[in-house]
């Protein structure tokens, strides 16, 4: 059994518009647990999977995702594992359709898992492989995109995911530009009832605005996530047709930034010590859903069991 944590991402730059973007992890979470079912597969690998949140949840980028790693291991002569089912399950605190890039902590934790588990089921160490942590990354990224739960790969999300912090990305050259930590004390999330999916999200609109996305940016590429999350999350409000009141609310609350995040449906909300927490709660306690107060993760991706 191996037990992997991974992070969702708040967004500070949405990267669909120009391929640039920028996000950092906060301490909301989802854990794949991964074992070995049985080895009367009729396959060379496969997947049964369960969503411990949500029963109904596709099961196609998790399956996938064990496929490439298992795909990518076979390579080596001393693996030699064929016929095994896993069990895979996971729990999450994201919301799916949220902007907290779900999918991107997902497939990290199953793609993590899933490494460990085989090599440990062939009697291989990570020595015995020419696999990095980059490697495993890509094949959840490459995952995510096969499957269509992304327009661009989503790195800049998935980066952060993986090792915490705040990245700025290029996404299509699968670059970390900036790599900072994240010093706020709390984020407040703020999750409306309800959901909006990337791949439903109207790409002209965010493709139009890349000038002015490419302002916030640059704030981003200056370390300034204040003027650039804000800016963003106005500016996708405007492409996408939803309400950039709770923003605004909770900056003339004191918050120091605020802002849409990926597509949508979540707003996060920075606050430093010499912020009351309790005035932004109360200016938001009128919107219809959930004000989640957590904090920003400069981990990343964490191994929590391997027996």
């Known amino acids: 059994m191996v037990i992997v944590r991974s992070p969702a991402s708040a967004t500070v730059v949405n990267a669909i518009s120009m391929g640039k973007g920028s996000a950092f992890g906060i301490k909301l979470y989802v854990t794949a647990d991964v074992t070995v079912l049985n080895y009367d597969s009729d396959k060379d690998i496969e997947c049964r999977f369960k969503s411990l949140d949500d029963p109904d949840m596709d099961s196609e980028l998790v399956e996938l995702c064990v496929r490439m790693v298992y795909d990518e291991l076979n390579k080596y002569d001393d693996f030699n594992l064929k016929n095994i089912c896993l069990n895979v399950e996971t729990k999450s605190d994201i919301p799916p359709g949220s902007g907290l890039s779900s999918s991107s902590a997902a497939s990290n934790s199953v793609v993590y898992a899933t490494f460990l588990l085989l090599l440990e089921e062939a009697g291989m160490t990570r020595e015995d492989v020419d696999i990095s942590e980059w490697d495993l990354l890509n094949i959840g990224i490459d995952a995510s995109l096969e499957v269509g739960v992304t327009k661009t790969g989503s790195f800049d999300d998935a980066t952060a995911s993986f090792y ?60 300034n996530i204040e003027k650039a999350l804000t800016l963003n999350g106005f500016l996708f409000c405007v492409a996408l047709n939803v309400d950039s009141q709770v923003s605004m609310d909770a900056l003339k609350a004191g918050a120091k930034a605020a802002g849409l995040s990926g597509t949508g449906s979540a707003y996060s909300i920075l606050v430093d010590d010499s912020t009351d927490i309790d005035e932004i709660k109360s200016a938001l306690s009128k919107y219809p859903g959930r004000l989640v107060e957590t904090e920003p993760d400069n981990v990343g991706s964490v191994v929590l069991d391997n027996l």
Request: net charge positive.
């Open 164 to 223: 915490g912090g705040w990245k700025v990305t290029n996404n299509y050259n699968r670059e970390i530009l900036h790599d900072y930590l994240v010093d706020y004390s709390k984020v407040l999330i703020y999750i409306p009832n309800k959901s909006l999916y990337t791949a439903q999200s109207d790409v002209k609109a965010m493709q139009t605005l890349a000038p002015l996305v490419e302002i916030a940016f640059s704030y981003a590429m200056k370390k």
